[in-house]
């Protein structure tokens, strides 16, 4: 799959209703259990005054939590209209939409992107075809902290992405896939930028990574 397909899938994959889902769970429970470590540990390392570059960040549950720690820009960068429409309009009602960039495309085509302090892309590369290309597009886009969360290697999670999604996907014609990038891949990519691994953590079939740059 190309990546023109890949980001209509995308379109396809998180419509509004999931969106409109994603938010009622963000306003009932606050963020999923990921999101949480990661912003705790970005926090840990400190973001006051910082700018932000989330990355196919959803509904921006990343850009709210971290807007109460103090960062002081966001922009969201979204592959899904559905799901950055309903962002704008929760940056707004908490009071941080003239704070919030909000952009729609195929991150890894925007080469003229300014620099962030800060760059996260939480369960994002696990959706995208070409980890080298999106990885190096963001490592490039960061001159402080980079969050990732993405699926670890255990035989299970493999085994549920092939069979409980990606079958799934086949037999209903969804054009959506989920890709398990190798785990040493990603981390010598990032650290060929100069960056070096401040926290880890596994949560379920996730692992979050906090890299700052040296």
Known sequence: ??????????????????????????????????????????????????????????????????????????????????????????????????????????????????????VTLERVICCYPDMENLMSMACQKSRYLLGLVYPHEAWWVKLGMDFLYNLKFRLTRNPFRVYLHPTEQVDALVRSFDFKEVFYRKSGAWQIFVYAKI
Do not use: W
Not at 25 to 45: C, E, F, K, M
């Open 1 to 118: 799959m190309d990546c023109c397909s890949h980001c209509e899938s995308i379109e396809q994959q998180f419509d509004i209703k999931k969106a409109r889902e994603k938010l009622k769970d963000y306003h009932t429970n606050g963020p999923q259990d990921t999101t949480r470590i990661l912003v705790s540990a970005l926090v840990n390392r400190g973001v006051e005054d910082k700018s932000l570059l989330d990355i196919g960040g959803g509904i921006g549950a990343i850009q709210h939590e971290l807007f109460k720690a103090g960062i002081s820009y966001a922009t969201n960068f979204e592959a899904s209209l559905a799901y950055l429409d309903i962002c704008q309009q929760e940056a707004s009602r908490q009071g941080n939409g003239h704070k919030t960039h909000h952009l729609h495309g195929n991150f890894a085509d925007m080469k003229n992107m300014p620099i962030s302090d800060i």
